[in-house]
């Protein structure tokens, strides 16, 4: 049970609203800021105005798994108005609270670190990243389906990236009959995309293994699927891009030379909220029933 901890929820999409009622069903006291536009049938859950007084007693803030942006604002499915973070609202917090979101950007991490608070970036986890990768999975071969006139098995797919996601991806593709190419950086991923039937190449020479592919996945955070690479790629293939924004593609000419690109970050939070949110939600009760406060420190 989580009886006397202090939550606050900023913002965020349908995710929040597991983690909401599991930490509710355990007791926590819940309040929520952005949210106004969200029904909800639980008492012990209280809505407020952002303020910097709001949050003085917070021993968890829980942000959505982008967190902020590098201005402070915060996305939010549920708010009827803008929600912004200052340094104000950071100041009010006890020094004992902890920020958790899912991947932080320059400025909330830089906001932490001025008031010492403690940050906890949720996918930076290797469970949760695990765990996150299969709705990821499920997400972009659904949008492979949906975007092209042929089936996955007996498809070429490339995957760029053996991480945690790419994995996972690679393994399902395998399972659906499809020819995976499997782009790689370092010689452990490289064996271990062998070990799964994979055909692996190095990253270097992504255009040289392109030219028969139907459908490209790329889980590489930075500009990786380049216009040599596009021009690569036969007319017909798809680009599905699962970096987060603005993702590792050239969109720009994609369009041009008529190849469709497709930027799906966060895939979980659309495709399976409620398997995504109890992947958050878990992670949050197992950090949350070690907080000081509970423990009588």
């Not at 349908?14 to 309040?31: S, W």
């Not at 021993?59 to 982008?66: K, M």
């Not at 929600?83 to 991947?103: C, E, N, R, Y």
């Not at 007996?154 to 996601?165: A, N, P, Y």
Request: proline share 4%; net charge negative; aromatic share 6%.
């Amino acid at each position: 049970m989580l009886t006397g901890l202090e939550t606050a929820f900023i913002g965020g999409d349908a995710r929040q609203l597991e983690v909401i009622r599991r930490l509710a069903e355990l007791d926590a006291g819940v309040t929520l800021f952005g949210f106004d536009n969200w029904q909800h049938q639980d008492g012990g859950i209280r809505k407020r105005e952002l303020t910097p007084h709001a949050l003085a007693t917070a021993d968890a803030v829980i942000l959505p798994v982008v967190g902020t942006d590098e201005n402070g604002k915060v996305e939010s499915l549920f708010a009827s108005e803008e929600l912004v973070l200052d340094d104000a609202h950071f100041a009010s917090l006890p020094k004992t609270a902890v920020v958790f979101t899912g991947i932080a950007k320059s400025y909330l991490k830089q906001a932490c670190a001025k008031h010492h608070l403690r940050l906890v970036e949720l996918f930076e986890r290797d469970d949760v990243a695990i765990y996150n990768s299969i709705p990821t999975a499920e997400g972009s071969i659904m949008m492979a389906i949906q975007h092209t006139d042929i089936t996955i098995h007996g498809s070429v797919c490339m995957v760029l990236g053996m991480g945690r996601t790419g994995m996972t991806l690679a393994r399902v593709l395998k399972g659906l009959g499809a020819t995976v190419k499997a782009g790689v950086r370092k010689p452990e991923h490289f064996a271990r995309a062998m070990e799964m039937g994979c055909v692996p190449f190095y990253t270097d020479n992504i255009a040289q293994h392109a030219t028969d592919v139907d459908i490209l996945f790329n889980t590489v955070p930075a500009m990786i699927v380049t216009a040599q690479v596009i021009a690569s790629l036969p007319h017909s293939a798809v680009i599905i891009d699962l970096a987060s924004k603005p993702g590792g593609t050239d969109f720009r000419y994609a369009e041009r030379r008529g190849v469709k690109a497709i930027l799906a970050p966060s895939l979980p939070g659309l495709v399976a909220p409620k398997t995504a949110g109890r992947i958050i939600a878990n992670c949050l009760v197992q950090m949350l029933s070690e907080h000081p406060k509970l423990r009588g420190e």
